[in-house]
């Protein structure tokens, strides 16, 4: 970390009621205001700000403080006008300009953008107020004594520290006094605790009684901070570049507006090299992930020479980058300090409840081409140069034939996008701060390296050939063959027999059929190692023109992206005899009206497999699979956000294959509706259950029904929409894995 002291509290051992005693007591009062950050405004915020000052000091009163130990703070509340997030601004200067200033700048920080002509709002008038500091509370100075006091040690004990057993000086907390010093190793035993004092630190008593651990040797810069690849080192880079997406992921969380991302999950962050390759992901949506890097080379291809620092793209154009329309990808260049050169890439990709179309959800089953399904974002700059395109992007939601149904709701959903990117770009630049861009852009190549050297050795286990059928509930066929070159130790994935384009969405954009490439021989490594780029190195995928894993405009996508992926992860875990069929299916449930609009995905159970070594494994019931990893709604929020009642969910026990290895149990989820709402699902394994593997038990096939208030019930198609009036339900019950060998 870098530390040269560390300060240790004679009582850090001990629980925070030492704290809570020593803290001010505080208060405060807020106020709603709306009204213009202007100067206009500043008598009315001074009024306020008087009032609530009052308000304060009263109620610290009542608990035995005088007025003249108050200290007492302004905050303004500040946003945007049309928007909902408002920030903290310090108001102590009593400046409106100031405030401007400073508002603008923290927005900045947040979202990595501000507006040029939208208003500035007061939302709120706050006042803080704390007891000032008093000397009863302060802790007592011990006295002083001279320097150099040699304390000997009580005794020693063999510790091992830094490689090896070295003999510790033990020191009694007790006996030791302001100034006196302890060399290390040592450790010095209190009440509560034990202090390690590590070899080339010292440990000094202050006056406050407090013990300072401080560095006396210089650390040594270890050689492999070289552009070497070192073992340990790329450890800390793959972990270090995942906990950059995965910062931008709690970014993105925190901002998102939609439940289908605040509440879901259904979001994915990655860092991508100057090239548009990906780096390491968060542990987010697979099928995103394994695609994202397209969108990123688009970007980059389309917009050579015309990218500027401050400018943010979005793109769900699924021949173009994208996979399906709901899912819209933000990309933000990270620029050097001299802000020229392009050096790296941050990316976050989001599943929009709605982006338009014949239904509500942007995912009906009737759609045959891809403009009845959304809204195209095809290159669009959503930032430029850091101004917010709102108006543009408005029109754009607006402007179609299908329009959007809420479009503020993806704005603010877009918004957090681009915080999110913003906090990967920050903490990307920290990186290179701290270890020199030659190093950070040497450990992204290393990280691959390793990636494509760890699935090299899962090629190396595979067969010389294998293939696959998987016949879908459509009469569409995924074949996969999977041929091995030992002399190079590379794999051929060749899709060629698919079954061509049909006139339905279960066509995949070629980037969908990657993504599951790339996800299966994942898993296969069985090592912790990001997916990136590198995994797919040693594998050459083939994918046949026409084919429905490689469509062509106008062909609708939106079942492609959430069933046939899963359909082609199904397929490739089968050739390669590791795991029996998923659910196969995301049981992509959407219902709304020109209000709501709310999207889920519905998990089954997981398969059961083999690992690497032969050795088999079981699965585990209800929880999602392959390539989706999204949360459901919480069923207060759910109930709370939409007019709907969740009568039931549960996991159907015995459901899942049965064999050697038992696969895990499928869900049944009934959701009543209190106002009329569109209803569609888009599943699949209604007509054939998922298959077992050597000789495992096959799954159960799924099924999705309607409860009119008439008490008939209507069983639905495997792809379907209905309306369904208040009080009626719609009950989907998942489909079950197969199970892994015979009993």
Partial sequence: LGMEAVLIHPFSGLLSAYGIGLSSVFASRQQALLEPLAEESRAAIETLIAALRTDVVAELGEQGIAEDAVSTRPVLHIRYDG????????????????????????????????????????????????????????????????????????????????????????????????????????????????????????????????????????????????TEADPVMLEVFNNLFMSIAEQMGVTLQNTAYSVNIKERLDFSCAVFDRHGALVANAPHMPVHLGSMDRSVETIIRLNSGDIHPGDVFALNAPYNGGTHLPDITVVTPVFDDAREEILFWAASRGHHADVGGTAPGSMTPLATTVDEEGVLFDNFRIVDRGRFREKELETLLTDHPYPARNPVQNIADLK?????????????????????????????????????????????????SAAYEYPTDTGQVIRVKITVDRQKREATVDFTGTSPVMKNNFNAPEPVARAAVLYAFRVMVEDMIPMNAGCLRPINIVIPDGSMLKPAYPAAVVAGNVETSQHVTNALFGAMGAIAN??????????????????????????????????????????????????????????????????????????????????????????????????????????????????????????????????????????????????????????????????
């Fill in 83 to 226: 928007t909902d997030t408002a920030l903290p601004v310090n108001f102590e200067h009593g400046s409106t300009f100031r405030a401007r200033s400073d508002f603008e700048a923290a927005h900045k920080a947040q979202f990595g953008f501000v507006y040029d002509d939208k208003p500035i709002v007061v939302e709120t008038v706050a006042v803080e107020g704390m007891e000032t500091a008093r000397q009863d509370k302060a802790e007592a100075s011990a006295p002083a004594r001279s320097a150099g006091v040699e304390v000997k040690p009580s005794e020693s004990r063999r510790i091992y520290t830094e490689g090896r057993w070295r003999e510790a000086g033990v020191y009694r907390r007790e006996n030791l006094r302001p100034s006196n010093t302890v060399a290390g190793p040592a450790l010095i035993i209190e009440p509560n605790q034990t202090i390690v004092v590590e070899p080339g630190w010292r440990a000094e008593i202050t006056n406050l009684d407090h013990v300072v651990i401080r560095r006396m040797e210089r650390k040594v810069r270890v050689a492999a901070l070289g």
């Fill in 416 to 464: 957090a996008q681009i915080a999110a990117n913003e906090k990967g770009v920050a903490e990307l630049r920290k990186m290179v701060a701290h270890f020199g861009l030659d190093v950070v852009e040497a450990y992204m190549g290393h990280v691959q390296d390793n990636a494509a050297e760890s699935v090299r050795r899962v090629i190396e286990r595979l067969p010389d």
């Fill in 582 to 743: 998923a659910q196969g299916t995301m049981n992509n449930l959407t219902f709304g009206n020109r209000k709501y609009q709310y999207y889920e995905t519905i998990c089954s159970g997981s398969p059961a497999g083999r690992m690497n070594s032969g050795r088999g494994f079981a699965g585990t019931s209800g929880v999602h699979t392959h390539m989706t990893n999204s949360r459901l709604t919480d069923p207060e929020v759910l109930e709370l956000r939409f007019p709907v009642v969740l009568e039931d969910f549960h996991i159907r026990e015995g459901s899942g294959g049965k064999g050697k290895w038992n696969a895990g149990d499928g869900t049944r989820r009934t959701i009543r509706f209190l106002e009329e709402m569109e209803c569609a699902i888009l599943s699949s394994h209604r007509n054939r259950p998922p298959q077992g593997l050597e000789g495992g038990g096959d799954g159960e096939a799924g099924s999705t029904k309607v409860r009119r208030n008439d008490g008939s019930v209507d069983v639905l198609k495997a792809c379907d929409q209905t309306t369904l009036d208040a009080g009626e339900a719609v009950i989907v019950t998942t489909p079950t894995p197969g199970a892994f060998g015979k009993v």
